[in-house]
Structures are given as structure tokens and as C-alpha cells.
């Protein structure tokens, strides 16, 4: 009921609260790869499809009276290609749109800083690329991060690609940074488009876990801690004799992969297949963090909305709640993805649509429906503790859903699971966040 009084009127605005004439607006729709992991010719339940973005635009020209800036960006999965993601989406045809009969610029900025060639699975070279136009903002949120109680913990991170030491570098002794795309930093307002999805790493991914793609170094976003539970790590789910030897082969491979050494390259696309087949495949044994008991990425994931929430364009940080950024979500449900998330599972048709002005309670909700305890999810429950740079001041108990479905149409806490889509986990998170 945004604009309630001009509902079914020409002169219904209904962002007209959101956005303001001459603002700029960030959207970031779900970019992370242009097809399914294993199937060539299969995108729709693994991006943002198109025909929920150009509504969106339609409602902000309207909103922004053609005056302003909208920028519509992302930053893939590294190895992916942000143009043929784009391509799928129609997003050219939408700027082209705007550009030829209102004279409404729409940018398109791809926010990734290089792209991997990877070949049987393995990184082989890196290209650089310009990220985002306007630079990077170094973000250090010290003892505001979710990281600062494993401060003295001895642990080491593993990020995005295998630079072990660039990764521990930005999370240690007190430090905890991100270089972040400075667009989303300084537009007015950030309209994030997310695909409702399960996810192996956080148990799901949709508003919050997204945020891994206004980065401008994905190699400070720490994945998982190296060891099993036993030794204070989540990379495994226990530390047995394979786990160790698996460890002490790969390391010291990727350390000189990580200095491009031709023959360590070499030997892991050679080796790998063969290594999987007696260490057991990643997507059929738990490795990677790929489980319930990652304690890391819920804690990246976290970091980076306080940094969209509360960052500065210097690298500070306002500190009131009620100076968070300006933010609105609708995620896209029609066609979600259950099982290995976020690029190897399996089509889930909702024809669902799901919005709101809280991250945490559109997450919540999102996880709700999809058949997930919002309090068995570490990325949506440590949302409520007791906390700098907050990130909801509501309780799960506060949050009120409101549906053309009677099934939804009620407080949160009484959506029951026998109504939800009943989604099924990731392998490494079945029976532990279900909501039963």
C-alpha cells in the first residue's frame, strides 16, 4: 500500500517516500553466474530474471520525474561474465528503452576488479579488470566486525581465491577490512533484487548474503577457517586422516598457485579429478565449509551490511540507526533454486514475490516460506543480538507478513511449515535449519 491514496488512480507513485527527483539509486540484482554449474543452457532459477527488474525502473522514473541517476551493477562469481549475465537479463534493452524514448540514462557497471580463466576447475590466470568506475572505499570495522571475538583465536581464514596471506592480512590483529565498489557507497538509495535460493555455505541466500557483490576485492571476504571443530575451524565438519592429508597436500599447491607457478597449475588440473575420487567429490562429501557449522561467511555476510548500512564514501561510519542508508528489496521468488545453492541446485517454481524496507525481516521471512527457521539460520539470528552498528530493531516476534496468500498472511511466527514450499537444504545443512 505504498501510496495508498493514489492505488488504481494514473497518478499512483508508488516509490515517490523511496526516491527523490535528481537522487541516485543503486540496484543489484542477483548477477552471480550466467548459467547453472553443471547445465549449460539453464539460468532462470540461478539470476534476478529481467521482467522483475524493469517494473522497478518503470516505478523510479516515475518516482525521480526522469531526473537522477539509476546504476544497475554486481559483481559476479569471478569466473563468471558479467555481460552475458546482463545479456540474459535484458538490461541493455531496458537502458535502451529509457535512453531512446524518455531520455533517462540508466548506467550498467560490472563492479568486478578481475576475472579468473578457470580450466578443469582451476584457476589458470587472472585478467584485471576496471571494477567499478568511481573506484573502491577500504572499509576497517575493528572491533565492529562480527570477526572481532575470534581476534585472539589463532585462526586462518580462506577467501575467494588462493592468496591465503592477502586474505589474513585484511583480518588480523584487531583489523577487519573490505574494499568496497564505491557506487552502492554513495548512491542515495540501494534497491537490492536478490533470487530467493538455498546456499552450501550460509544455509540461504537472499538480501543478506548478497552483498558479496558490492565488492571490489573478493579476496578479503574470509569463506571458512581452516581445520575441523576440533582445532576452532569449519572448513570440515570433523578433522580425520583425510581431512589432514588432504590439507597438507593442497595448501602448499595453492600457495604457489597463487604465485602463478606453471607447474603447480599444471599438477592440480591434473590431479584434481583423481584427487576427488579418492578424497570424495565436493558435491557429495562436506569440505570448503560447506555446512551448517560455518562459523565464517554468516560473519562476512553481516560485515558487509553494516558497511552498505552505515558506511561513508571516506571510510567512516555514521553511527545513529536511523542515518542507515535508504533500502528496499524484492526478491525474486517465481522461480527459486533449492538443494546445492547458489549455482548447482535445483528448480523450485514459487511464483512468489517478496518486499520490504529490512533486510533482516524480508530474509526472515524469506527463510520462513521456504520451510527454514529464521533462529536456526546464524545469518539472519545474530542479526538481533545486541550490537554496534545495528542491523533491525525488530524481533522476530514483531515482524508481520502481509499476502494476497492466507497461508502468509499472518505475523511470521505463526507461518506454519506445512504451508511453506518446503525447500530442501543444501546435503550439508539437511535436518539442522528446517523448520520442524
Known amino acids: 500500500e505504498l501510496d495508498k491514496e493514489n492505488i488504481g488512480t494514473q497518478y499512483w507513485n508508488p516509490f515517490k517516500n523511496l526516491v527523490k527527483p535528481g537522487e541516485r539509486v543503486f540496484i543489484k540484482p542477483n548477477m552471480i553466474a550466467e548459467r547453472h554449474r553443471y547445465r549449460s543452457n539453464e539460468w532462470d532459477y540461478v539470476i534476478t530474471h529481467g521482467s522483475v527488474i524493469r517494473p522497478i525502473i518503470d516505478y523510479l522514473f516515475l518516482a525521480m520525474e526522469g531526473k537522477g541517476e539509476v546504476i544497475i551493477g554486481d559483481a559476479p562469481q569471478t569466473d563468471s561474465n558479467f555481460y552475458k549475465v546482463a545479456q540474459l537479463m535484458g538490461l541493455f534493452e531496458i537502458r ?29 590466470d587472472y585478467v584485471r ?68 535460493k538455498t546456499h552450501k555455505k550460509c544455509g540461504i541466500t ?9 565488492n571490489a576485492n573478493k579476496n578479503f571476504l574470509p569463506h571458512y577457517i581452516f581445520g ?65 557449522g560455518n562459523d565464517t561467511v554468516w560473519r562476512m555476510s553481516l560485515d558487509l551490511n553494516k558497511i552498505l548500512m552505515y558506511g561513508n564514501s571516506d571510510g567512516t561510519f555514521r553511527s545513529k540507526y536511523e542515518e542507515r542508508k535508504r533500502f ?5 521468488g517465481i522461480v527459486a533454486m533449492e538443494g546445492n545453492g547458489p549455482v548447482a541446485g535445483e528448480r523450485k517454481e514459487c511464483g512468489v ?22 533462529n536456526k539460520l546464524k545469518i539472519i539470528s545474530k542479526c538481533f543480538d545486541d550490537q554496534e552498528l545495528k542491523l533491525t530493531n525488530l524481533s522476530l516476534e514483531d515482524i508481520v507478513c502481509v499476502s494476497n496468500d492466507e497461508r502468509f498472511n499472518k505475523r511470521l511466527v505463526d507461518i506454519k511449515y506445512q504451508d511453506s514450499f518446503k525447500f530442501r537444504p543444501h546435503f550439508g545443512w539437511i535436518n539442522h535449519i528446517e523448520d520442524f
Not at 537472499?206 to 558490492?214: A, R, T
Not at 578433522?239 to 606453471?262: D, H, L, T
Not at 590431479?271 to 560447506?290: A, H, M, W
Open 96 to 124: 535502451e528503452v529509457y535512453k531512446s524514448f524518455k531520455d533517462f540514462h540508466i548506467s550498467i557497471i560490472n563492479l568486478q576488479d578481475e576475472h579468473w580463466i578457470v580450466k578443469d576447475d582451476i584457476i589458470t
Open 129 to 196: 579488470l576496471s571494477g567499478d568506475p568511481l573506484g573502491g572505499v577500504l572499509f576497517d570495522l575493528g572491533n565492529k566486525s562480527f570477526f572481532s571475538e575470534l581476534d585472539n583465536k589463532n585462526v586462518t581464514f580462506y577467501g575467494a581465491s588462493y592468496d591465503l596471506d592477502e586474505t589474513n592480512r585484511a583480518h588480523s590483529k584487531g583489523h577487519h577490512k573490505y574494499w568496497i565498489a564505491k557506487s552502492p557507497i554513495v548512491a542515495d538509495v540501494f534497491i537490492n533484487i536478490p533470487k530467493l
Open 206 to 214: 537472499i538480501n543478506l548474503k548478497s552483498l558479496v557483490g558490492i
Open 228 to 292: 575441523g571443530p576440533e582445532e576452532g575451524g569449519d572448513q570440515f565438519d570433523k578433522y580425520n586422516i583425510k581431512s589432514k592429508i588432504e590439507n597438507k597436500i593442497v595448501v602448499p599447491i595453492k600457495n604457489q598457485m597463487s604465485k602463478k607457478n606453471p607447474i603447480a597449475i599444471f599438477l592440480s588440473r591434473k590431479l584434481k579429478k583423481f584427487g576427488y575420487k579418492v578424497l570424495g567429490d565436493t558435491e557429495e562429501v562436506i569440505r570448503s565449509g560447506n555446512w551448517y
Open 328 to 332: 528496499f528489496s524484492i526478491v525474486d
Open 353 to 374: 514475490l517478496i518486499a520490504g524496507f529490512d533486510p533482516v525481516a524480508v530474509d526472515a521471512v524469506g527463510a520462513k516460506i521456504m520451510g527454514f527457521n529464521p
